[in-house]
């Protein structure tokens, strides 16, 4: 079974992350899954690809901080995260979180501070290719 924190390049399968974290418990009720894919437009230019970068060792322990964190803030019975590390085009993946918990709001509530944590803490950073040229972006927009 893959690590259930992960930055990597290639792409994922949300099957396969959801199959995994329905078999660490059977008293899992409900989970709440957030995928962030990549658009072909933001802030009013076209964009051809985004390309992700990241402080690799810095990232991942962030990333099971924040896993741990959300187990035990919201009463968790396990999660996910799996964060794209390449570049991409639109449509494709970019990110994946997945809270399981006995009931839905622990894991919507979850979902939901893992994915904003994620882009305030993460040392993970997201230039856009454009037709005019190639720019960082700002993680908290």
């Not at 882009?119 to 290719?129: A, C, G, N, T, Y």
Request: proline letters at 4%; hydrophobic letters at 45%; charged letters at 25%.
């Amino acid at each position: 079974m893959e690590d259930p924190v992960r930055i990597q390049q290639e792409d994922f399968s949300q099957d396969a992350e959801i199959a995994a974290l329905k078999a660490s418990s059977l008293r899992i009720g409900g989970i709440a899954t957030f995928l962030g894919c990549a658009r072909d437009f933001s802030e009013g230019r076209d964009v051809s690809e985004i390309s992700f970068e990241a402080y690799g060792s810095m990232a991942l322990a962030e990333m099971n901080k924040l896993r741990t964190e959300a187990i035990a803030n919201f009463k968790l019975i396990d999660a996910r995260i799996v964060h794209r590390v390449t570049t991409v085009r639109a449509g494709d993946n970019i990110v994946f979180i997945a809270a399981a918990a006995e009931h839905r709001a622990a894991a919507f509530d979850a979902c939901r501070w893992i994915i904003d944590e994620l882009k305030q803490r993460v040392p993970i950073w997201k230039k856009e290719i454009t037709p005019a040229g190639e720019a960082w972006v700002t993680p908290h927009p």
